[in-house]
């Protein structure tokens, strides 16, 4: 690390480009992309469909890699014109937490489980990590469901845990493409809510990417993606309450 | 570390349990198989044993009495009884045929014995040992007559007065001991009608009838009715002398050929069943081909079945070890409920088949090294599909 992570943006990203492909087919997802989150802020992405929410996300992540530019970390370099000195699953399993539209949970583990599997992954002991796990559930109110079966959850449960899960190793970072798409608009501002809350508690950077209008005004900070490239602008910053 | 194969087969336990069982049969089935090879390789072993004989005597040039057909006068023994280091010298007579019980009728092999002589069974599980010279008959017990029953065999009928047990011929015939002589008739001797045949065929020969020789059709006739013969004479060697040595006397001085019992051990599991045995090997080698069809097949598609969580697995930064290590763990998982369902069934199984089925703990443990082994390559397959999994696919569009 070069220097304390709180003076550090969380995410600091310049000039990003992804090519998919080569020759004819070839498509440039991103076209320069430029991009910072702070510490225990969250930020909102939007954009039309094949802008390239998605793909940016996944160069965050380490899950693709960028075709160029540069991705900062809490200060450290990660991504300068290829991947530095990097593990990207240790990365994604270390400082990354992410959320999805669909919650994707593993349906033969219990909630606890699930929500205890990053920290289980990364070498802690089933009590440490069970225990982390019960917080986080108590944390987002499903704790009552604790050895539930995951097919016996509702949508809006199942949404929570995968949230919990995203926040199990205490990432610095966590990522969620479109994640109150299933959910009513009660259960979507909740989720917002909550990640509100955990950005708060844990000085998480958050970016959620999403299509839903009942949300967008939330955010204090909002980023456009429009054929490939960021344009930044202050939203609404609506109370939640 | 939890076990998240376990957990798996757990959440899916019906699935693993039915494949499982399916698996089993098919394993139980090769356990069996290899159970009749042992068993009929232990079934020689035992007729050989029981028999109480160290050398087997029999026509020359041939592998008798058990692998080919062999005859030799029933005068031979006699001359071996004079030979150094012979102590028991007895005539035996094997055949094969049809025993009669009423209305059942069962497969046999008759041998013809001289009680208290070597070839006389040594353990008998109910009765006793035959003491009269006519129609006593000791019966092993598979053959399903009890004691006191007549049994028909040609034309006399026997008393079973002894049962012995595993005492069954290389194609897994029950024996049936009778007095020698019985079983000489029953074997050699000619019907009525064959000697009314017979004796008109001498008269009728110009050489045999000549005017000059009166008499002389009649003592040819009489000659060859009366020619007895065995199948072999077993011999007990005299303590203090090697059953190598004694068989080569004998093969020098009676031209005969001799065996020793490991001699006859291996005309019996290398020529007996030396057919049977390839017919097995080749149907273990099916099944094991064929379960590792399964088994890959099966695990294939469980894999197939959860590719999406196997992508979350790797977003969420488990690493290759961890995923292949779960499928492996769940093949193999799938192979020990396949190998107990097989030993069990194989086991409850066993005593309804005809055939002797040894079920040796030993092949029990070669089994289960195979399946286990079957198991381990089934899933390298289901294995490479897992790890080409883009983690990216978790996170959709
Ligand atoms: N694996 C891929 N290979 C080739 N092209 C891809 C791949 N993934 C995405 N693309 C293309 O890159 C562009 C951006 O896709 P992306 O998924 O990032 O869009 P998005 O903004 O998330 O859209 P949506 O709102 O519909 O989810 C699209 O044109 C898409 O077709
Ligand atoms: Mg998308």
Redesign the pocket.
């Known amino acids: 690390m070069s220097a304390a992570p709180e003076l550090n943006p969380a995410i600091e990203v310049a000039g990003l480009r992804k090519r998919?492909?080569v020759g004819d087919t070839a498509?440039d997802?991103l076209k320069g992309v430029d991009l910072t989150v702070q510490p225990g802020e969250v930020i909102g992405l939007i954009?039309?469909?094949?802008?390239?929410?998605?793909?940016?996300l996944?160069c965050l992540g380490a899950v693709?890699e960028p075709s160029d530019g540069r991705i900062r970390l809490s200060g450290e370099t990660v991504y300068d014109g290829g991947w530095h000195d990097l593990d990207p699953r240790a990365l994604r399993r270390d400082r990354i937490g992410f959320v999805f539209q669909a919650p994707y949970l593993i349906p033969f583990l219990d909630v606890t489980d699930n929500v205890a599997l990053p920290l289980l992954l990364a070498g802690r002991s089933n009590r440490e990590a069970r225990q982390r796990a019960r917080e986080l559930l108590a944390a987002l109110d499903v704790q009552h469901r604790a050895q539930a079966a995951i097919a016996q959850l509702s949508g809006g449960e199942q949404q929570r845990v995968a949230i919990a899960r995203a926040l199990a190793n205490q990432p610095p970072i966590i990522l969620a493409?479109?994640p109150t798409a299933p959910l009513d608009s009660e259960r979507a501002l909740a989720v917002v809510r909550i990640l509100n809350r955990m950005a708060q508690q844990y000085r998480t950077a958050i970016i959620v990417?999403t299509?839903d209008e009942k949300i967008i005004p939330t955010f204090r900070r909002l980023y456009h993606?429009r054929d490939g490239r960021t344009y930044e602008e202050a939203g609404a910053g609506r109370d939640l309450g | 570390m939890i076990s998240l194969a376990g957990r798996d087969i757990l959440h899916s336990w019906g699935k693993y349990a039915f494949t499982g069982l399916g698996l089993g049969l098919l394993i139980g089935v090769t356990l069996s198989m290899a159970g009749i090879y042992r068993g009929m390789v232990d079934d020689g072993k035992a007729l050989l044993a029981n028999s109480g004989a160290d050398l087997w005597v029999v026509q020359r040039d041939t592998l008798g009495p058990y692998a080919e057909p062999s005859s030799l006068r029933d005068d031979v023994y006699r001359g071996l009884l004079g030979l150094p280091g012979v102590a028991h010298a007895a005539n035996v007579t094997y055949l094969t045929m049809q025993a009669r019980q009423g209305k059942r009728e069962a497969r046999v092999m008759v041998v013809g014995i001289q009680p208290g002589e070597p070839g006389e069974p040594r353990y008998l599980i109910a009765g006793r040992q035959i003491e009269r010279t006519h129609y006593e008959a000791v019966a092993d017990a598979s053959a399903g007559f009890q004691l006191g029953q007549r049994v028909r065999i040609r034309r006399h009928d026997y008393t079973v007065v002894g049962l012995t047990r595993r005492m069954v011929s290389a194609s897994g015939d029950p024996m049936v001991f009778i007095p020698l002589r019985d079983a000489q008739e029953a074997q050699f001797l000619k019907d009525n009608d064959a000697i009314v045949n017979e004796r008109a065929r001498v008269r009728a020969n110009p050489a045999l009838n000549r005017p000059g020789a009166p008499g002389l059709a009649e003592t040819v006739s009489r000659s060859q009715e009366s020619s007895r013969m065995v199948n072999a004479v077993l011999v007990q060697v005299a303590p203090g002398w090697s059953a190598a040595e004694v068989a080569e006397t004998i093969r020098r001085w009676k031209r005969l050929q001799t065996y020793t019992v490991p001699q006859m051990e291996e005309i019996l599991i290398a020529k007996l069943i030396a057919t049977s045995a390839r017919q097995i090997a080749v149907f273990l080698l099916i099944l094991a081909v064929v379960s590792a069809a399964i088994v890959s097949f099966i695990i294939y598609t469980m894999t197939l079945g959860k590719l999406r969580e196997i992508a979350v697995l790797k977003l969420i930064g488990a690493r290759n070890r961890t995923i292949a290590g779960m499928i492996l763990q769940e093949a193999l998982g799938l192979g020990l409920i396949g190998f107990l369902v097989g030993k069990t069934v194989a086991t409850l199984w066993a005593p309804y088949f005809p055939k002797y089925v040894l079920l040796e703990p030993g092949d029990a443990a070669r089994g289960f090294a195979a399946v286990m082994l079957i198991c381990a390559l089934a899933s390298t397959l289901a294995i490479r599909t897992a790890l080409r999994v883009d983690p990216?696919t978790a996170m959709g569009?």
């Open positions: 998919y492909g498509v997802a954009g039309p469909s094949g802008s390239g929410k998605s793909t940016l996944k693709t493409d479109e990417v299509h993606i | 990216a569009g």
